[in-house]
């Protein structure tokens, strides 16, 4: 089974950075394909960022250029680096991992941490 335990959210102003870590514990971590989501209140899940098992890494435009993903196989942790936060980052972050090797996590599909909560104010 897949454990993932996301931790590094809070409470900040608008322009101010965070930094979300995932800690897995999962023996085919390196092997996985890792994502984050976010969910608002009201809001679907959506995939704001993935990262194969190769290290490529893909993000959603409303966050390309202010969010970093990255991870890091030795510690079994993956990371989203978040900076010139806006308060419509408001949401609730979950760490994601693939269910299978040949595939990234979608939001039907994917072991899920618990989430953690990130909250912009203006």
């Known amino acids: 089974q897949v454990k993932l335990v996301e931790s590094g959210g809070g409470s900040v102003t608008a322009g101010g950075s965070l930094r979300l870590s995932c800690v897995a514990s999962?023996?085919?971590?390196?092997?996985?394909?890792l994502a984050w989501f976010r969910q608002g209140q009201g809001s679907e899940r959506e995939r704001v960022a993935f990262?194969?098992?190769?290290?490529?890494?893909w993000l959603a435009d409303s966050v390309k250029e202010r969010f970093i993903i990255s991870r890091d196989n030795a510690k079994q942790t993956l990371y989203l680096q978040m900076e010139s936060l806006k308060p419509e980052d408001t949401a609730t972050f979950y760490c994601?991992?693939?269910?299978?090797?040949?595939?990234?996590?979608?939001?039907?599909?994917?072991?899920w941490g618990q989430g953690t909560q990130v909250t912009v104010s203006s």
């Open positions: 990262i194969t098992s190769g290290g490529n890494s």
């Open positions: 994601a991992a693939a269910t299978t090797p040949s595939s990234c996590p979608t939001a039907a599909d994917a072991y």
């Open positions: 999962d023996h085919s971590f390196s092997m996985r394909c």
